[in-house]
């Protein structure tokens, strides 16, 4: 990561708060660090309730975390909320899972790359992961 002359991130301003790059985007290096993090570590989870639970449990931290990213975090989180109430408490079908891990990996690798892009394109994101339904 860039550091500028007085030690900070270089997507930081003298507050600490991210700086907005030329092309409009909301989202600073850092944050695509950390949606890169989130793919990374789902990527090598099972298949599994407690994967969902667990990414939940990350997401919701991340969006308090990370206030000015909230709205991608909690998204995300109410994106899988329904399907953690349907298979709680009930055995979880192995085909269900399987497509179900690789449309939530799809969708938040399709986060991940939206932090690079413009304004619009970020926007356009975020609806298009509010309108996700897995079941």
């Known amino acids: 990561m860039l550091r ?3 030690a900070r991130p270089a ?6 708060l991210p700086v907005r790059d ?7 290096h850092g944050e695509m660090k950390h949606m890169s993090e989130l793919q990374s570590w789902l990527s090598t ?3 599994g309730l407690r994967t969902y639970k667990s990414l939940k449990q990350k997401l919701i931290g991340r969006a308090s975390a990370d ?9 995300l989180a109410s994106m ?6 349907s298979f709680d408490e009930e055995p979880l079908p192995v085909d269900v899972a399987d497509e179900v891990f690789a449309r939530v990996l ?3 690798r399709y986060a991940e790359d939206s932090v690079s892009r413009g304004a619009a394109d970020q926007i356009q994101a975020l609806n298009k992961v509010a309108a996700v339904e897995l079941i």
């Not at 997507?11 to 600490?16: L, M, P, T, V, Y």
């Not at 030329?22 to 600073?28: A, E, K, L, Y």
């Not at 206030?67 to 998204?75: D, F, M, N, T, V």
């Not at 899988?80 to 109430?85: C, F, L, N, V």
């Open 4 to 6: 500028s002359r007085f």
């Open 11 to 16: 997507d930081r301003d003298f507050c600490g």
């Open 22 to 28: 030329t092309f409009g985007r909301f989202f600073s």
């Open 45 to 47: 989870q099972h298949h």
């Open 67 to 75: 206030p000015e990213h909230a709205a991608l975090y909690r998204l």
């Open 80 to 85: 899988i909320e329904p399907y953690i109430d």
């Open 106 to 108: 799809d969708i938040v």
